[in-house]
C-alpha cells in the first residue's frame, strides 16, 4: 500500500489528467488527489475511477478543482 499520491494536472488537458490517475493506480496507491482544471476532468477521471473500481470525491480549494479517488483495499 502506498501513501496518499498527489498528481497536479492543472494546465493539462484530456486525457493527461486521466492518464496520470490511471498510472497512480497501477502503480498501487490506495489514494490519490488530482488537482485539474480542465473542463472535460471530471468526466474523465470518473470514468477511469469506476473501471479502477475506486470512489471519486470532487471538491474546490483555493478556486481549483481537486478530486479523491480511493480505491476499495
Same mark, same amino acid.
Request: aromatic share 4%; with cysteine.
Given at each position: 500500500?502506498?501513501?496518499?499520491? *498527489? =498528481?497536479d494536472a492543472? !494546465? *493539462?488537458?484530456? +486525457?493527461? +489528467?486521466? /492518464? &496520470? #490517475?490511471? &498510472? %497512480? #493506480?497501477?502503480? !498501487?496507491?490506495?489514494? =490519490?488527489? /488530482? #488537482?485539474?482544471?480542465? +473542463?472535460? %476532468?471530471?468526466?474523465? #477521471?470518473?470514468? @477511469? %475511477?469506476?473501471?479502477? !473500481?475506486?470512489?471519486?470525491?470532487q471538491a474546490? &480549494?483555493?478556486? =481549483?478543482? $481537486? $478530486? =479523491? @479517488?480511493?480505491?476499495? %483495499?
Amino acid at each position: 500500500m502506498t501513501p496518499k499520491t *498527489l =498528481v497536479d494536472a492543472r !494546465g *493539462l488537458r484530456c +486525457p493527461w +489528467p486521466a /492518464i &496520470r #490517475l490511471a &498510472r %497512480a #493506480l497501477r502503480e !498501487g496507491a490506495t489514494e =490519490v488527489e /488530482i #488537482l485539474a482544471d480542465d +473542463p472535460a %476532468a471530471p468526466g474523465e #477521471l470518473a470514468a @477511469v %475511477a469506476a473501471h479502477a !473500481g475506486a470512489s471519486l470525491t470532487q471538491a474546490e &480549494r483555493d478556486g =481549483v478543482a $481537486f $478530486f =479523491v @479517488v480511493k480505491t476499495k %483495499a
